[in-house]
């Protein structure tokens, strides 16, 4: 007796709607510095069950981080609160756009607990732009910080945050919830922003990164750029120098890699030896902190990171006295 085989032809949901219109940009051919193994530790499966468990969201998976086999069997992970659906369309990210959900009155809470089952001694939280709340998301920024302070009141917290863009009194509600590094990434060159980051202002991003250090210099800021959109390398120095007129203490350099076709291309892929040259020159302009490599990526390495910053922070301070 046959059997009737029904074919569904539906297509699957489109990740990124308003990209389809753009012409295909080829993905090209990775270099071997930049290509990384497959994840198979099983401390990558217990993490990644540990997320699906507590119903939390990750940056690592949602912006198709290379670094996640490394990170996730070390127990590291980023948490994306606030959804997986971001306001924003820029032409690098591969985090869905679209209209997000209703806040998650208990994310809070889940979020301190799987801190506390991962025994982690640093945390990075990001989350999606949420131009459609009042404030941004700053108040639950806040009530995140709480929440892990609670649960592991030793363990050192950094968030990455949008840049709250005509969101009145959003980074004070943060910032008084005293994160231990507030990190915002520029993530390109002013000339780039049209095409890159169309949502976005840069001078927006750098005074917000400056009113962090007026309203608490306690507390670290952190920026990163990705490199390899076609910015060129006077451009890169001037956005250093307008980071340490806003006092930032921690500087990420990495290089672009695009999701899929409908992405921004990569114009250049940068050498080791490059980002070693944009990293000299960083440190010669004063930061405290500066990690530059192609897979350099803002929560890369975080946990160690923040041990260097403190360290370099009080040996400026010994050289002061």
């Known amino acids: 007796m046959s059997q009737r085989i029904t074919i569904d032809h539906r297509e699957a949901p489109v990740r990124h709607p308003e990209k389809a219109h753009r012409p295909d940009n080829p993905i090209q051919r990775k270099p071997s510095w930049i290509r990384v193994k497959a994840p198979n530790h099983p401390v990558y499966h217990e993490t990644r069950a540990l997320m699906r468990d507590a119903g939390l969201v990750t940056v690592c998976e949602e912006a198709a981080?290379?670094?996640?086999?490394?990170?996730?069997?070390?127990?590291?992970?980023?948490?994306?609160?606030?959804?997986?659906?971001?306001?924003?369309?820029?032409?690098?990210?591969?985090?869905?756009?679209?209209?997000?959900?209703?806040?998650?009155?208990?994310?809070?809470?889940?979020?301190?607990?799987?801190v506390a089952k991962l025994g982690l001694r640093h945390v990075v939280i990001t989350s999606v732009d949420r131009d459609?709340?009042?404030?941004?998301?700053?108040?639950?920024?806040?009530?995140?910080?709480?929440?892990?302070?609670?649960?592991?009141?030793?363990?050192?917290?950094?968030?990455?945050?949008?840049?709250?863009?005509?969101?009145?009194?959003?980074?004070?509600?943060?910032?008084?919830?005293?994160?231990?590094?507030?990190?915002?990434?520029?993530?390109?060159?002013?000339?780039?922003?049209?095409?890159?980051?169309?949502g976005a202002r840069y001078y927006q991003s750098v005074r917000l990164l400056d009113g962090v250090k007026k309203l608490d210099p306690s507390i670290f800021t952190k920026s990163g750029l990705m490199l390899g959109l076609g910015e060129e390398r006077m451009e890169v120095s001037q956005v250093m120098d307008d980071f340490r007129i806003a006092d930032v203490d921690f500087l990420t350099l990495g290089q672009y890699l695009?999701?899929?076709?409908?992405?921004?291309?990569?114009?250049?892929?940068?050498?080791?030896?490059?980002?070693?040259?944009?990293?000299t020159a960083a440190r010669s302009k004063g930061f405290l902190q500066v990690s530059a490599s192609p897979l350099t990526r803002s929560s890369y390495h975080a946990d160690s990171d923040f041990a260097k910053l403190q360290a370099a922070r009080n040996s400026r301070l010994k050289e002061s006295l």
């Open 65 to 114: 981080c290379p670094n996640i086999g490394e990170c996730w069997s070390q127990r590291h992970a980023t948490m994306m609160i606030m959804g997986e659906i971001c306001t924003r369309a820029c032409a690098f990210c591969n985090v869905t756009t679209g209209l997000p959900k209703h806040l998650d009155a208990d994310e809070p809470r889940r979020v301190g607990e799987a």
């Open 132 to 198: 459609d709340l009042e404030d941004g998301g700053a108040e639950h920024f806040a009530r995140v910080i709480h929440a892990i302070r609670e649960t592991s009141p030793q363990t050192t917290i950094e968030i990455l945050t949008p840049d709250f863009l005509r969101k009145e009194g959003a980074l004070e509600v943060v910032v008084a919830a005293r994160p231990d590094v507030f990190n915002h990434n520029i993530e390109t060159v002013p000339r780039l922003y049209p095409t890159i980051r169309p």
């Open 258 to 279: 695009q999701p899929s076709v409908k992405h921004a291309a990569v114009e250049k892929f940068v050498t080791p030896e490059e980002f070693d040259g944009y990293a």
